[in-house]
């Protein structure tokens, strides 16, 4: 499966609540209608996350959305259809595309590190509504090379993630090439953990393996840099 995905900010000039809104029924039947698109998902922004390293104030974005085809060459025919034109155009009426089209959309390597809380074992589905969603929008360390920060995170990091045992479900996406209409990659990845419930998600931030985990993000992060959200999973195909 190839999957794509774009972070994306409301407009500034318009009533957040009714762009939400619009995102989530119009502009979803028309990402929906994309010829090849397997699976489609949204992720609204909830809150900012509470965790140690993470930008105060609100995130710079207000969610992002996730798409799948089969393979790359599924993708590449979708961005030259109508369908995807009919997508840009109503973007340009919610979403500041300018932003996102400034490197913030990326062709995704996704690799799923634990699967469970219902998720369907197909590596690709994710658990049922519900469970807390929590994301890290990640840049690596300029010191290091894109290989060497790959290999680290897949390896070095994930060992460190997996001991953290209230985490029921994580899934890392690294950034291959900017998706259609940018140039550049504004970031070079983003974490994916879920957990039972908002209990277990504070249990996990004040366990002695997140604090390790944590304290590891310097090796690999620019953690100036490093922006962290809860996400509504809104599953709208697939």
């Known amino acids: 499966m190839h999957k ?21 029924t119009e502009h979803a039947a028309l990402c929906a209608a994309v010829p090849g698109v397997v699976r489609y998902v949204q992720n609204p922004v909830v809150t900012t996350a ?5 930008v105060d104030g609100p995130p710079p974005f207000d969610g992002f959305a996730a798409f799948w085809w089969e393979d790359r060459d ?5 961005m030259d259809s109508p369908e995807w034109q009919a997508v840009m155009d109503d973007s340009a009426e919610l979403f500041d595309v300018g932003w996102t089209l400034d490197g913030r959309g990326a ?20 658990p049922p509504n519900g469970p807390i969603k929590l994301i890290g929008l990640l840049q690596y360390r300029k010191d ?8 680290y995170w ?10 953290i045992k209230q985490i029921g479900h994580y899934t890392q996406n690294h950034a291959i090439r900017p998706a259609a209409g940018s140039d550049h990659l504004s970031f070079d990845g983003f974490s994916e953990s879920w957990y039972a419930d908002e209990g277990v998600y504070k249990e ?9 985990l944590g304290a590891d993000g310097d090796n690999l992060f620019d953690m100036s840099l490093f922006e962290s959200a809860i996400v509504e999973e809104r599953v709208i195909k697939g």
């Open 50 to 54: 509470t965790l140690e390293g993470a």
């Open 107 to 126: 062709e995704m390597e996704e690799r799923v590190v634990r699967e469970g809380l219902g998720a369907k074992g197909d590596g690709v589905s994710t």
């Open 4 to 24: 794509v995905v774009w972070f994306v900010r409301f407009r500034q000039d318009r009533e957040r609540a009714e762009l939400d809104r619009r995102w989530a």
């Open 144 to 151: 290091m090379s894109r290989d060497d920060a790959n290999a």
């Open 204 to 212: 996990a931030m004040g366990s002695a393996e997140w604090a390790d």
């Open 74 to 78: 599924a993708y590449l025919a979708a």
């Open 154 to 163: 897949a390896n070095t990091h994930r060992s460190l993630a997996v001991r």
